[in-house]
């Protein structure tokens, strides 16, 4: 190996070494964004269903949550946030956040929906501040809605048994 190899390698390594913490620092500066997007979803979910609260029947908890991907490994990760469970007639619903993309991309899981054993549920902020509701089976493009207060209580609305009779 000889004196330059040795150089280009120690450029080669600085270089990365560089763009490794460009990535960190995207990353915490990216999360405490998505931190404060998750927060205001969560205050106004809140707000919506305000009136609608009843002890056992519908009840609403928020809860630490450390988000992670697989390329950012939840003990690695700086993205310390919130997950919000609301719980109807026994049945938890839990939002929880699981995407961090490009452009503060975030999506969070919505469990306890999907009545199919498959398909998932998401709600995905926008860049205009809006989040939209995806629902995918995996079989054809996602069906996409708007998210609102109005729309939320449809979905949970579905949760709560018939009377027979």
Same mark, same amino acid.
């Given at each position: 190996m000889n004196v330059d190899d040795v150089r280009q390698l120690g450029e080669m390594l600085r270089h990365y070494a560089e763009s490794e913490a460009h990535k960190k620092q995207l990353f915490e500066s990216q999360s405490v964004v998505w931190t404060n997007r998750i927060g205001e979803l969560f205050d106004l979910i809140q707000q919506w269903l305000a009136p609608v609260l009843m002890p056992d029947l519908l009840v609403l908890s928020r809860d630490p949550y450390v988000a992670f991907s697989p390329? !950012?490994?939840v003990k690695t990760s700086t993205f310390k946030t919130e997950k919000l469970t609301i719980v109807i007639v026994g049945k938890p619903v $839990?939002? !929880?956040p699981d995407v961090m993309?490009?452009?503060?991309?975030?999506?969070?899981a919505v469990m306890g929906l999907t009545a199919a @054993?498959?398909?998932?549920?998401s709600l995905v902020g926008l860049p205009d501040g809006n989040w939209q509701w995806r629902k995918a089976d995996g079989l054809?493009?996602?069906?996409?809605f708007a998210f609102d207060g109005d729309f939320l209580a449809s979905q949970l609305q579905v949760l709560i048994? @018939? $009377?027979r009779g």
């Open positions: 390329s !950012v490994p $839990e939002f !929880v993309g490009a452009a503060g991309q975030i999506s969070l @054993r498959y398909g998932s549920v054809k493009e996602p069906e996409v048994p @018939r $009377e």
